[in-house]
């Protein structure tokens, strides 16, 4: 037995030290590989296998990957290891499935968990690492999510001081989409500060429409799109460090900074004048589903609706999404024009088990060969390793993502409703802002999320 | 005992009320007016099935923009929707998801059934100590939430070596079906009369023999009632798969592909109307095969006790 | 055998094999059964013929349930005792009280207007022409899983403004504005929207009241219905005097059965509001606090407030039992 763990922990400790001359060999000259990547799985043959053979012999070994990305974003992650499959022999298992989040517990609880969990909430991470079951990442995978990904970032895969996760991909939800066209027709500018965004809200008032559009329902999760827009504002009127505090409670939720965040997002979305553009009234905000809510800017009943990117896969096929198309989004201003505060989310690679073609794919998730090989052959991914070139990108609302993950002066926090214990991320914040989106006052609001932290 | 096919009568429960001499024997049930009221609610229990039905044929955005009544003023017809769901290539297609839900189905109604008639007909017909208390545990057991026996039972299975396999589907189905199916087959054999087992065991039958040739004959359209019952429940759940078929979808059943369907962000359920009819046709298959054993009544032999 | 079968062939030799096993262990234990004779030989059957559903409920349910009801005496993370907080809680908390309230709206409603619908439908079509066409129309929703009802009644109440050209989706509120009404917002209005909620499981359930009790109505001899009809009873006496007292144990079986398929329902709500708008019920928060809200103690709590919901089903089935008994 303990002969053979001595062999596992030397082989990885090999491909460990080999990968990096692998992954520095690839940044080098990835740009000349770019182009055959840039094809679908057929060329994966043309990929050069020498590149993963410091993976050490892994043929005939299987990895079971479980995630809450379905169909159709499954294709591109199924195809995206492909490469890794031919040249080390390893099969990936996927399964995705949209009950995801409830059952990657129970899995873990009851000692059934799969190699991989593709976990989209540090909450959760959390969950599942107080199970026992998972294992902290390999040394290097570490490595590269030093070299290619921020400290925040690192940060939210770390429970209790230890390492766990590496990124995977990334979302970015301080957008607001528009029509392009409406705002050419119409000569409105896109605003830089959100002084401007109320200036342009009134003016289109002034102009006879609706501006906002926005809904919230969402089975179970009913809410969250409201819990975004609030940390959203959090973030611009209080600053990335209060925002820090309020996520972790070490200030109330009932504060004053709380209140008044929502009474921001409460100018918005309780305006009777700026709300809901072909949707209806106020409370129609609470009856109408996410992926329905920004519609209506297609229909020339809405103009502005805050969604992050991946919204865009809600439009019809024959709708354009490009800054000179049908819809397209911009980034949602901060208090001005020099503070550029990024709300997003992602989801982390937990393993629960040590073997080493886990480790070896694990390891292979967090390179930016990967990262890049994932967005040539996907529309509506990103991520935010930085070794992502958004030159390659094809698809114009992911290139506005990197852009954005990748600007020097933004400040990316992750989704605080994902972070927060689950009494409060996912059933407190979701049902009283639901409440207050039907009439409920801040206060109570406020108030009633404070009561539910857990002690 | 050749007492089986011969229809047993036995005392009404209930004697006629002697009725006065008004001689109109109008049979007002079947009048115009009951076959109105009847229209009526098969109209409002057809009518929102029928909405998703024309929805499934109409395009991604007229399903958004407006009710599947105006595809009767300006028909748009497509197949994508079908033709997306059944080509779906998340494993290649939806056909291994079908078989995989006949052999999930099939042992989880057999294997309850059996054992669920075997215990029905203890708890009917033999006299043992503490029957009646047991029978209460049993019946009460119906309440107890699947969801919290997810873990303990995963559990168990892993420790057994056969999580993943269809054997943690099948006893699972089984053991949840148990008390439901012991209290419906049990009322079922109460009502069969008492004279006719006591003809049986003078003729010197055991309990066995009674079971076999008495009782089951007259007790199979109410098994294959309750069997499409079962059937359903198994064909349509998605719970005990999700949690127990976990491990790459080798044994998933096709509710747990049409829940994907809808994909990562709920955005695609307009190809939720098409998956729904593809999953639906087995079962209502299945129940018009075997409606003639609802139209005969619950015991053969029009026994009423 | 029990090993992972990845090819339909292998799949269908397991199946096959899994049934086979379970003959022959049952085979077995009837062949033992059978052996044993003399008094004790009715003990010996009646072990026989249950010991297997025994087993089984003691390992699936029984077990389950009562570490349920002791983790419903521990806090959130289930590391510490804390005696009834957690029914405190979901007995004075106005939210929590609103999900009763709301459950004992469900447990109500839908037995009684499900089986009584089911009851109309299967006296109206009782020998009618197409009687198994007419049947098999109420009984569709029984065959469609909740994912599939929760999109159909979606176009029923969704809402669309009155404004401009935004046409309405669901049909409810297109009726409305048909009869020149205003469009409303069906599922926020409390307590309105719970009943429209617990609308969709009538719609499920009576299909399955009306199997059951037209089965149990053929079942009543013909001698007693011709009886009745040379003494001239009317149709609705029909029904009152001979139909319904004959059905009644038919009846009381598929009032039980819904009453707890009702407590245990969540998917409607979780669906369609998520709970929220206070339409939540027991079942739905049990799911909300044990699943998403990682609060163990107080999931475990409600599921055995569930419990004690159906204990006067219980009661009322053993004073039936005992009824029948007595006869």
């Not at chain 1, 500018?189 to 289109?204: C, F, I, S, Y």
């Not at chain 2, 046709?281 to 009544?297: A, E, H, N």
Request: glycine share 8%.
């Amino acid at each position: 037995m303990s002969i053979h763990r001595k062999g596992t922990r030397f082989r990885i400790a090999l491909a460990g030290t080999v990968s990096v001359g692998l992954v520095l060999g690839v940044t080098a000259c990835g740009d000349g590989d770019g182009d055959s990547g840039g094809g679908t799985t057929a060329s994966a043959a043309a990929i050069d296998c020498a590149q993963f053979s410091s993976y050490g012999d892994l043929k005939g070994k299987t990895v079971t990957v479980y995630t809450g990305i379905v169909t159709p974003e499954d294709k591109p992650q199924i195809d995206s290891y492909k490469p890794f499959e031919q040249c080390t022999g390893v099969t990936v298992k996927y399964e995705g499935d949209k009950a995801f989040e409830t059952q990657v517990l129970v899995r873990a609880k009851a000692g059934n968990p799969p190699d991989l969990a593709y976990v989209p909430q540090p909450g959760l991470l959390k969950q599942l690492v107080a199970t026992g079951k998972a294992v902290e990442a390999p040394a290097q995978t570490a490595a590269n999510v030093d070299k290619f990904f921020g400290e925040d970032w690192k940060a939210y895969g770390t429970v209790n001081g230890k390492f766990y996760a590496a990124p995977l991909g990334a979302n970015v939800k301080s957008l607001v989409w528009y029509s392009p066209k409406e705002f050419t027709d119409s000569s409105y500018t896109v605003p830089t500060t959100l002084d401007e965004l109320k200036a342009l809200t009134d003016k289109m008032v002034t102009d006879g429409k609706k501006p906002w559009c926005a809904g919230i329902a969402s089975g179970e999760a009913t809410g969250w799109p409201l819990t975004d827009w609030m940390e959203d504002m959090m973030l611009r009127l209080s600053g990335p460090e209060t925002y820090d505090k309020w996520v972790n409670h070490q200030i109330p939720f009932n504060g004053p900074e709380s209140t008044a965040a929502l009474d921001a997002v409460g100018t918005y979305l309780k305006n009777d004048k700026y709300v809901n553009g072909g949707l209806g009234d106020m409370k129609s905000i609470a009856t109408t589903t996410f992926q329905d809510a920004g519609l209506p800017i297609t229909e020339g009943t809405c103009s502005l609706h805050r969604q992050a990117n991946f919204y865009a896969a809600n439009f019809d096929k024959d709708t354009k999404v490009a800054e000179d198309g049908d819809v397209f989004a911009f980034y949602l201003p901060g208090k001005d024009a020099q503070t550029k505060p990024v709300l997003g989310g992602g989801e982390f690679v937990l393993s629960f088990a040590n073997r080493p073609e886990v480790q070896a794919f694990q390891t292979y998730l967090s390179t930016d060969t990967w990262a890049n090989a994932k967005a040539a052959i996907s529309s509506g991914w990103v991520s935010a390793n930085s070794g992502l070139d958004p030159n390659k990108l094809t698809n114009p609302i992911d290139k506005l993502s990197v852009t954005i993950l990748q600007d020097k002066n933004a400040v990316f926090r992750f989704d605080g409703s994902d972070q927060m214990p689950a009494a409060v991320g996912s059933n407190a914040f979701w049902k009283q802002t639901t409440s207050w989106i039907t009439g409920q006052d801040t206060k109570t609001t406020v108030d009633n999320i404070e009561k539910a932290w857990p002690k | 005992m050749s007492a089986t096919s011969a229809p047993i009568t036995t005392t009404p429960p209930v004697t006629p009320p002697p009725v006065s001499a008004s001689a109109k024997a109008k049979k007002r049930l079947t009048s115009p007016w009951a076959s109105l009221a009847a229209l009526v609610l098969a109209v409002l229990w057809t009518l929102p099935t029928f909405g998703l039905l024309i929805s499934s044929f109409r395009p991604q955005r007229d399903i958004r923009t407006s009710g599947w009544w105006t595809f009767f003023s300006d028909p748009e017809f497509t197949m994508d929707n079908y033709r997306e769901v059944l080509g779906s290539d998340s494993s290649g297609g939806l056909g291994d998801f079908f078989v995989n839900s006949f052999i999930i189905t099939i042992p989880s109604v057999i294997i309850p059934l059996t054992l669920a008639s075997l215990a029905a007909y203890a708890f009917a017909w033999i006299k043992f100590p503490g029957r009646d208390l047991l029978f209460v545990a049993v019946f009460a057991l119906q309440i107890v939430p699947i969801q919290v026996t997810l873990i303990p039972l995963l559990t168990l299975y892993v420790d057994a070596g056969i999580a993943g396999t269809f054997w943690p589907i099948w006893l699972s189905h089984s053991i949840f079906a148990l008390p439901l199916a012991v209290f419906l087959l049990h009322n079922f054999m109460k009502e069969i009369p008492s004279t006719l087992l006591e003809a049986a065991r003078v003729d010197g039958a055991g309990h066995i023999s009674i079971f076999f040739k008495v009782l089951l004959p007259l007790l199979r359209p109410a098994l294959a009632a309750f069997g499409i019952f079962q059937f359903l429940w198994v064909w349509n759940d998605l719970l005990v798969a999700l949690t127990f078929a976990g491990g790459g979808g080798t044994v998933a059943p096709i509710t747990v592909a049409l829940a994907n369907l809808s994909g990562t962000r709920g955005t695609a359920w307009h190809l939720l109307s098409a998956g729904a009819f593809v999953s639906i046709v087995v079962p209502v298959t299945i129940f018009l095969l075997l409606q003639r054993y609802f139209v005969r009544g619950l015991l053969a032999g029009s026994v009423k006790g | 055998m029990f090993s992972v079968a990845d090819t339909t062939g292998a799949k269908i030799t397991q199946m096959l094999s899994a049934i086979l096993l379970f003959v022959a262990i049952m085979g077995v234990i009837l062949f033992l059964a059978g052996r044993v004779s003399g008094r004790r030989s009715d003990r010996a059957v009646a072990f026989a013929y249950l010991a297997p559903t025994v087993i089984m409920l003691a390992v699936g349910l029984i077990y389950p349930g009562v570490r349920t009801i002791y983790q419903s005496f521990f806090n959130a993370a289930g590391n510490a005792f804390i005696g009834l907080d957690n029914y405190t809680t979901i007995f004075s908390d106005a939210d929590q009280l609103t999900v009763l309230r709301n459950t004992v709206f469900w447990v109500i409603v839908t037995p009684f207007v499900a089986t009584g619908v089911g009851l109309l439908y299967a006296v109206l079509v009782d020998k009618a022409r197409l009687e198994s066409v007419a049947k098999a129309l109420i009984f569709l929703p029984m065959a469609i899983s909740f994912v599939g009802a929760s999109i159909i009644w979606r176009f029923v109440y969704e809402f669309r403004p009155n404004q401009g050209n935004v046409k309405q989706i669901g049909l409810l509120n297109q009726v409305l504005v048909w009869l020149g009404g205003e469009p409303q917002q069906w599922l926020i209005e409390s307590p309105l929207n719970t009943f429209l909620l617990i609308v969709v499981m009538i719609w499920i359930q009576a299909g399955f009241a009306m199997t059951v009790l037209s089965a149990a109505i053929k079942a009543i001899p013909d001698d007693i219905i011709e009886a009745a009809r040379l003494d001239g009873v009317t149709a609705f006496g029909m029904f009152r005097f001979v139909t319904l007292p004959s059905i009644r144990p038919a009846v009381v079986v598929v009032l039980t059965t819904i009453s707890i398929a009702t407590l245990k329902v969540f998917d409607i709500v979780q669906t369609m509001t998520g709970g929220r708008f206070n339409t939540s019920v027991v079942a739905n928060e049990f799911y909300s606090q044990s699943f998403r809200s990682d609060n163990q103690g107080l999931g475990a709590a409600l599921a055995v407030v569930l419990f004690l919901m159906v204990v006067p089903i219980v009661v009322y089935n053993i004073r039936q039992l005992r009824a029948s008994e007595a006869r």
